[in-house]
């Protein structure tokens, strides 16, 4: 590798506490070379973000220090110049892109003023040239019609092209290096192509050198020069991608890519294993259900409104102790799907039957029935519990109103509950924020088995998990499903562990189902031209396979986010 555009050596960041201090970054090296993609990968807490915040002095906590070492910026001492300087170096030399970019980008802002601020506060542009400037870039990161949406709101955008407009708004200050935190993690895999591509083409276009915070090694395979691997605020091993990955030394780097839910080869591919039905009845029956949302049109009488087909006459029948899995890219129709199904969102029109209850015909029955004997796990696993609550609590809040257990047994049947997924019995006593992503999710299934449901559906609920953490929740799901037989619809954007954990796919486009049937028939044999783009967009983590950037059999997520730009 040519002279580094970035050097850090030995660096040690501590937190200062009460009772001493304590190594979060613990002397770690590396280098980034001039126009390379650095993969920074790591579990949950293993310090990859906090790593890239000190390299920029953005620290979470004042409790927080650099207690030593080195952070070069073409040969300049980062570590050593004032605060005023470094306001200078962020955005003008280091750019930063985060995994959420709803949170970071002003919602009462337009998304082009926002790009705008940065240009005129480093380059010094006037107004207008600074808007000129702004509209460049937008066209640069991909928006199709750059001058009127520059005037446009976060909200009015979807989740791929807000991630756009946050990278604009980092290269507005034209900067040298990009840190690019988790970018795709919410995104499905479509969109999250797309933006990998762009990724790719703006460090080809502007010479750049970027860091990719991922915990997906399919992503850091197809899209990185270099690998670091970070555990416990260490770098275990570092190198090029294709001697990590096909030549790794740490035990950890060794699980990492073992847990990484690759899809098989058609040549190997098997049938996943199939239970004994119980019934021939369907547990779950949906007839031609249409969820239609209106939108836009006057306070009064609605004038110029518009409705927008969320689910189109979908038909679906799901027996007892199946496991579904529905993939789609965004605005596809699955979470409304499932919301429906739960009496979540109104039904426009269609029949939703829950073991042969009628939910539009019989509502009030319906309803309750649902509440006792469904459940649902959701994708932010921090968010969907109670913060002010212990996991215990929790749990015994459930019981109580559902009234299974008598309230003497409360205790004895939380202990269970934290056993059933893997949770020592100690958890009961702990609140949400001093528990991990996957601890929280753990909690948040044992939430939905306190009603003893015949039906769970997870929504996207490992999207947010780092590789490892997502392997064992899959294995406590396919466990509990086999134990229990438990019917789980599993709703998510990876399509590698849908095949590996689910019985049966089933494909959404557009608020339609356009393909289902078995897993390995799916995945190995699709039939229609979306299926196959979905399957052909996931990152793998054999790093001489293209990274497809766009999709040419259809243009779906062209008119996902079309809709949403309106």
């Not at 913060?387 to 749990?395: A, F, H, V």
């Amino acid at each position: 590798m040519s002279e580094p555009v970035l050097s850090v050596r030995d660096l040690v960041v501590q937190a200062r506490l009460d009772n001493g201090a304590r190594r979060l970054i613990d002397g770690v090296s590396l280098d980034l070379g001039r126009g390379e993609i650095l993969g920074l990968v790591g579990e949950s807490g293993s310090g990859k973000s906090l790593l890239c915040r000190s390299l920029v002095r953005l620290l979470p906590s004042s409790l927080l220090k650099i207690d030593s070492g080195s952070i070069r910026l073409e040969g300049r001492e980062l570590t050593e110049i004032s605060d005023a300087e470094m306001l200078e170096v962020r955005g003008g030399e280091i750019g930063m892109i985060f995994q959420n970019p709803t949170s970071h980008l002003d919602p009462v802002m337009r998304i082009g003023d926002q790009i705008a601020e940065g240009i005129h506060y480093h380059q010094g542009l006037k107004a207008r040239e600074a808007r000129a400037a702004a509209i460049e870039i937008l066209e640069q990161v991909g928006f199709p019609d750059p001058k009127r949406q520059y005037d446009s709101y976060p909200h009015e955008f979807s989740g791929g092209m807000r991630q756009r407009a946050m990278i604009g708004v980092a290269l507005s200050c034209s900067p040298k290096i990009l840190i690019a935190d988790e970018p795709t993690t919410a995104l499905d895999v479509t969109i999250q192509a797309q933006i990998l591509r762009l990724l790719i083409d703006i460090r080809d276009k502007r010479g750049l050198s970027i860091i990719l915070i991922t915990h997906d090694l399919g992503i850091v395979a197809q899209t990185c020069d270099r690998i670091a691997v970070m555990r416990s605020g260490r770098v275990l091993e570092q190198g090029p991608k294709r001697t990590i990955l096909s030549r790794p030394e740490n035990p950890y780097t060794i699980d990492l890519i073992n847990s990484h839910p690759s899809l098989p080869d058609e040549a190997v591919t098997q049938s996943g294993p199939t239970r004994a039905k119980t019934s021939a009845k369907p547990l779950l029956e949906i007839d031609d259900l249409r969820v239609d949302f209106r939108v836009g049109g006057g306070f009064y009488r609605g004038s110029g409104a518009k409705t927008i087909g969320a689910v189109s006459g979908v038909s679906l029948q799901i027996m007892p102790g199946e496991t579904i899995g529905i993939v789609g890219e965004s605005g596809s129709g699955k979470s409304t799907l499932a919301r429906a199904v739960l009496g979540l969102t109104p039904i426009s029109s269609g029949h939703v039957t829950f073991d042969g209850v009628d939910l539009t015909q019989q509502k009030s029955a319906g309803l309750a029935k649902l509440r006792r004997e469904t459940a649902m796990v959701f994708q932010d696993p921090f968010n969907a519990l109670n913060p002010r609550l212990t996991i215990g609590q929790t749990l015994a809040e459930v019981l109580k109103v559902h009234g299974k257990v008598a309230k003497a047994d409360i205790p004895a049947r939380i202990g269970e509950l934290l056993d059933l997924v893997g949770l020592e019995r100690e958890f009961a006593d702990r609140k949400p924020r001093s528990m991990s992503g996957g601890q929280c999710q753990r909690a948040g299934i044992a939430r939905a088995l306190a009603v003893n449901p015949k039906l769970i559906i997870a929504d996207e609920c490992v999207a947010a998990l780092d590789v490892t953490i997502q392997a064992q929740i899959i294995d406590l799901f396919r466990e509990l499903t086999r134990r229990m037989n438990l019917t789980l619809i599993f709703i998510a954007h990876d399509l590698a562990i849908v095949r590996d954990l689910c019985e049966r796919t089933i494909v959404m486009y557009r608020g339609e189902i356009v393909e289902e049937g078995r897993s390995q028939e799916i995945f190995s044999r699709p039939k229609h031209a979306y299926t196959a783009a979905l399957i052909a967009a996931i990152p793998d983590i054999d790093p001489d396979k293209p990274l497809h950037g766009e999709r040419d059999a259809t243009p779906a997520g062209q008119t996902q986010s079309a809709k949403r730009m309106r």
